[in-house]
T-cell receptor, first 112, second 113 residues
Framework: SAVISQKPSRDICQRGTSLTIQCQVD?????MFWYRQQPGQSLTLIAT?????????ESGFVIDKFPISRPNLTFSTLTVSNMSPEDSSIYLC?????????FGQGTRLTVV | GQNIDQPTEMTATEGAIVQINCTYQ??????LFWYQQHAGEAPTFLSY????GLEEKGRFSSFLSRSKGYSYLLLKELQMKDSASYLC??????????????FGTGTRLQVTL
């Protein structure tokens, strides 16, 4: 199993600013995954964070908007840049085991 | 591409049985997960199927047919606390922690008295 500590749990931000979300895993993992969950929607994968190389982004998501860092095998950050109200969502980090995927507690972001 | 469909909403009565379906068309398959998510909380793991058949875990069971691209989650003896969203997710081919999940549209279940 894996335990993921994610912070902040929530934030209210002004449009045009940036927010960095952190995730710390209690074990070393090859890849960490970042998801967005818009209000009333399911989870959408933003990108896969690889240690030692650039993140791999899904269609519709770009590095300039969602820069990711992965400095070691237990830690990753996602930055939501130049925020607009449309970025108001829950952001979740995740790691995948053999028979289960584990999630951080989520970051509820509201952009005003 | 990836296409994973679930009914948007379902309503069932306390004590009853409900079946939540998930159909998928994906480029590759390496297992299917079911998660429960209460409003404002992170998803909670319920079950994992990689081979055809039924996996039972207490009041929850999950079924998989790979040839049909179909899974269902069966909830028995429904309780009010089962009111939540239920998400199925397909894992892409890969090994261990290197395979990403694609989530279905999610089903909001409302349990009534």
């Amino acid at each position: 199993s894996a335990v993921i500590s994610q912070k902040p749990s929530r934030d209210i931000c002004q449009r045009g600013t940036s927010l960095t979300i952190q995730c710390q895993v209690d074990s070393q993992v090859t890849m960490m995954f970042w998801y967005r969950q818009q209000p009333g929607q399911s989870l959408t994968l933003i990108a896969t964070a690889n240690q030692g190389s650039e993140a791999t982004y899904e269609s519709g998501f770009v590095i300039d908007k969602f820069p990711i860092s992965r400095p070691n095998l237990t830690f990753s950050t996602l930055t939501v840049s130049n925020m607009s109200p449309e970025d108001s969502s829950i952001y979740l980090c995740s790691v995948v085991g053999i028979t289960e995927a584990f999630f951080g507690q989520g970051t509820r972001l509201t952009v005003v | 591409g990836q296409n994973i469909d679930q009914p948007t909403e379902m309503t069932a009565t306390e004590g009853a049985i409900v079946q939540i379906n998930c159909t998928y068309q994906t480029s590759g398959f390496n297992g299917l997960f079911w998660y429960q998510q209460h409003a404002g909380e992170a998803p909670t793991f319920l079950s994992y199927n990689v081979l055809d058949g039924l996996e039972e875990k207490g009041r929850f069971s999950s079924f998989l047919s790979r040839s049909k691209g179909y899974s269902y989650l069966l909830l028995k003896e429904l309780q009010m606390k089962d009111s939540a969203s239920y998400l199925c997710a397909v894992r892409a081919p890969g090994t261990g922690t290197a395979s990403k999940l694609t989530f279905g549209t999610g089903t909001r279940l409302q349990v009534t008295l």
